[in-house]
């Protein structure tokens, strides 16, 4: 594609543009389908066969959209959410307070306290309902049903909700929260972490190129890149599985 658009592709290949809709024998099922569920970068590469961007392109969230969510609240009357990244090895616990889609606090655990400790002492000071917190349920955050059964447990691995076309929970919910932060869904009105929340999302991006599925860089290279875990960024992640249960599908299924 690229020498093609440069003019400098030999003359022995050639390069012929194709659409979706140059095939006759597509269904405009098939084609509706696509402009749902494709992303605004694949839809614009799948569907109109635009493949020139920038590198920005690829960044899940943009700093003006991150800045723009620290704001003062805009709903004051909404239900108390509690999202929880469990610690593995030197990571923080990580718990975000939600009003709604507010963001009114970040809280990181003390090393020196125990998981189901941390979530309970929250929970019982907001009086929080079981059944609006989630938690990082792989690894070390599994016991953890023991003592909240009611809340829910997150396996990022798991099954995606409904028919779409994201790797895994994780992808889905990731780009579900960079369609909320870029629509100006949420409001942060803690100060509480702010810096490292910052850097967290803008190193999140998007994989280049995938084939049939719709993928973000792997956790290891956001370590990498981070120089550690992206503990507050996968506590708001978590928060869009809500979400997705709100658009009626049944959420037990999803950890099947």
């Known amino acids: 594609y690229n020498p093609y658009v440069k003019g400098t592709l030999p003359k022995d290949l050639k390069f012929i543009p194709a659409l979706v809709t140059d095939n006759p024998y597509l269904s405009d099922e098939y084609k509706d389908n696509l402009e749902r569920s494709l992303d605004p970068l694949q839809k614009k590469r799948l569907l109109y066969g635009k493949w020139d961007y920038s590198s920005s392109d690829l960044d899940m969230f943009a700093i003006d959209d991150i800045e723009a969510m620290y704001r003062t609240t805009l709903n004051p009357i909404q239900d108390l959410y509690l999202t929880v990244d469990v610690a593995v090895d030197r990571d923080d616990t990580i718990a975000v307070l939600w009003k709604g889609l507010e963001i009114v606090d970040i809280i990181v655990a003390k090393k020196t306290i125990e998981n189901h400790i941390f979530i309970k002492e929250i929970v019982d000071k907001y009086n929080i309902p079981l059944r609006n917190v989630v938690y990082d349920a792989s690894g070390v955050g599994g016991p953890l049903k023991k003592s909240f059964p009611s809340a829910k447990p997150f396996f990022g691995n798991g099954k ?25 869904k949420i409001t942060i009105t803690t100060l509480n972490e702010k810096e490292r929340l910052k850097k967290e999302l803008m190193v999140l991006k998007r994989k280049d190129i995938v084939l049939n599925k719709v993928e973000m860089i792997n956790k290891k290279e956001v370590k990498q890149l981070l120089g550690n875990s992206p503990d507050i960024a996968d506590s708001l992640m978590m928060r869009m599985v809500l979400e997705l249960k709100a658009k009626g599908t049944n959420f037990s299924v999803t950890f099947v």
């Open 160 to 184: 995606v909700v409904g028919k779409v076309n994201y790797n895994n929970l994780r992808n889905q919910c990731y780009f579900k929260l960079s369609e909320y932060v870029a629509d100006n």
